[in-house]
């Protein structure tokens, strides 16, 4: 390999935000040493408490193991902090939000008809693929289409003989669900570190130590793996990863852009036979950013595949190895049943955090992780003042633009978005991230369920403008109430995600916006779209026209589109009560999906009787 080590150790030192990504050793398509199998061992919602990665409380022997025999990548980066987006991403190698709405929590999104997943070109090529056994994909995908075989007891060991396989076991062990109950083991709740953004409590601490103690049933199952790969006689011809789906899930990680959310493990082990496919040596660390977009092009470099154009990612082993890159991206859009709006970057020290929704709060409240004792004893000590400064943000707006040096400050407590020292940093991270953005087509300004939502739809020439919803949607999400009159303007778009989010805008600054009341009601007489008129109802909650806003969040609630429906219980949870119009949410009640949850914490709430102990997740919770 003609790439410097010395590149890949130090993670593009001194190489700046606009580092290049070219690929080198590109070799043949064919090998007469035949194709390496290959074997994916994944975790889920858990970040690195992993021996290997310095964490000292962490019981991982085989994973520990695995690393020093291997390759441990340090800065490693899911796209999305939740699985089925970031699952979204590993399966096709395209980011979620070029193609909505599998950018959201749990949607069915569907494929243009010329992206193939991974499996379809592995199979093509001649391997033969398993899943053994979660999808969880956020598209209409069928996997007993991709997949040779996907199900509980799919298993390479059922493939022809001389035929290569790619193989995949995931292990539910440290799933978010797991932390409902109590995991006891070697780890104490009095020996764990609480981290200065929770509050030093029972249930945070026996969450934590549940934890570290799945994490070790995790490692063992990793371990039977590899002894299984070894007594079958093909850990020589087989190169190995183990990593995570996406961040930890302790309050202020799963489904947030923070480091905790976004942050993954790896480990790859390459067996001598296929050294030359290794950047390094095994027994290397690599500290260069490694995103999951990266992950399908790597396969098909292991594979010989040729990779696709429409893929963005680029290989960090295989055939061909790529320049590392110096930036990761991250989104977050709806999570279950909340909507928000977030998108960052990361070079492996600087995160920068851009929040398009700022005025809803991070914590959110969302049924499924309120079923964790953390989460619970968080939002008591929220509801009785018991919260510090630093923990009390979570309940906050948000600023527009974040940012956060992870060596000096790895809980992401000072904001160096305006300090005079960083504007420079603030301003290139900020441009490289609009970018991206454009170069994606990302979908996320697109309302759920609207109609430019698609990979093929949102890329119309002209349907999506881009490059002006950006510029409109930061001047909204930045509050300035300077930019009141563009908002103003904005309301009589021709375009439906222009008027959505000059709407917003006008959310976000609340009673600040009265100069646009006479402009807000006009817009909703002749506003079309159910989305923006949801969004035109909260402005108007914010500048007295109670009526309007209650008889619009009527309308929308009786819509018979659930995402309509889900986009309208959000905007009622955050407007005045006497906006709320109670007697016409209840109808969602017993729904057991995300429209239930939203519902029951709204009529809770109302009544003065929301317990964040008592479960929002409905009939099938």
Not at 467 to 493: N, W, Y
């Amino acid at each position: 390999m003609s790439i410097d080590r010395r590149t890949l150790l130090t993670g593009m030192a001194g190489a700046g935000l606009a580092g290049g990504c070219a690929t080198t050793g590109a070799g043949s398509r064919s090998d007469p040493r035949g194709r390496p199998n290959i074997l994916w061992l994944v975790s889920e919602d858990n970040g690195p408490f992993i021996g290997a990665y310095g964490d000292r409380l962490a019981h991982t022997p085989h994973i520990d193991a695995m690393a020093r025999g291997g390759l441990l990548y340090r800065k490693v980066y899911a796209n999305a902090p939740v699985c089925a987006p970031s699952r979204f991403c590993l399966l096709t190698g395209i980011h979620p939000e070029s193609n909505g709405p599998a950018h959201h929590m749990r949607a069915d999104s569907t494929l243009p008809a010329f992206l193939k997943t991974y499996p379809q070109h592995l199979r093509a090529a001649g391997y033969y693929c398993t899943n053994n056994e979660k999808t969880d994909y956020n598209a209409t995908v069928d996997p007993k289409a991709i997949w040779d075989e996907s199900s509980a007891t799919a298993h390479y060991r059922n493939r022809p003989a001389n035929t290569p396989f790619m193989a995949v076991f995931n292990f539910e062990t440290t799933h978010e669900s797991r932390l409902f109950g109590v995991t006891e083991g070697r780890v104490k709740p009095q020996d764990v570190q609480v981290p200065p953004t929770l509050p030093d409590s029972d249930g945070v601490r026996r969450d934590i130590a549940s934890y570290y103690n799945l994490m070790e049933k995790m490692d063992a199952q990793v371990g039977e793996k590899l002894a299984e790969l070894a007594r079958e006689g093909l850990a020589d011809d087989t190169i190995v990863f183990y990593y995570s789906d996406n961040g930890g899930c302790l309050p202020w990680s799963k489904r947030h852009c923070r480091e905790e959310g976004m942050r993954c493990a790896l480990v790859v082990h390459v067996p001598e036979k296929w050294a030359d496919y290794a950047p390094l040596a095994m027994g290397s660390e690599i500290a260069a950013p490694v995103s999951f977009i990266d992950f399908v092009p790597t396969l098909l470099s292991i594979a010989g595949v040729e990779q696709p154009k429409e893929l963005p990612g680029t290989p960090f082993l295989g055939r061909q190895v790529a320049r590392p890159k110096p930036l990761a991206f991250g989104m977050r859009n709806r999570m279950d049943e909340r909507y928000d709006f977030v998108r960052t970057v990361s070079d492996g020290q600087y995160r920068y955090i851009r929040n398009y929704m700022p005025h809803r709060p991070m914590g959110q409240p969302v049924a499924f992780p309120l079923m964790l004792r953390s989460y619970q004893d968080v939002y008591r000590r929220h509801q009785a003042g018991e919260l510090d400064a630093a923990q009390a943000r979570f309940f906050e707006p948000r600023p527009f633009e974040e940012l956060y040096d992870l060596n000096a400050d790895p809980d992401q407590l000072h904001n160096l978005a305006n300090a005079p020292g960083q504007r420079a940093r603030v301003r290139d991270f900020a441009r490289a991230l609009d970018r991206h953005m454009l170069a994606i087509n990302d979908n996320g300004f697109i309302p759920e369920g609207a109609p430019l939502e698609g990979y093929e739809a949102s890329r119309v020439p002209g349907a999506y403008p881009l490059a002006d919803i950006m510029e409109l949607a930061a001047k909204a999400a930045a509050g300035d109430p300077a930019h009141v009159s563009a908002l103003i303007a904005g309301l009589a778009a021709t375009n439906e995600v222009l008027r959505y989010w000059a709407a917003t805008g006008l959310v976000i600054r609340k009673a600040h916006a009265a100069s646009a009341r006479a402009a807000l009601v006009d817009a909703l007489k002749r506003e079309t779209s159910p989305h923006v008129r949801i969004v035109l109802a909260e402005a108007l909650s914010h500048v007295g026209e109670t009526a309007l806003a209650l008889a619009t969040f009527r309308e929308a609630l009786a819509s018979g589109s659930e995402p309509v429906a889900l986009q309208a219980l959000n905007a009622i949870t955050y407007v005045d009560p006497a906006c709320r119009p109670l007697d016409a949410i209840g109808r969602w009640d017993k729904n057991p999906g995300y429209l239930g949850r939203a519902t029951r914490y709204l009529l809770r709430t109302a009544a003065g009787a929301f317990d964040p102990a008592a479960s929002l997740l409905g009939p099938r919770g």
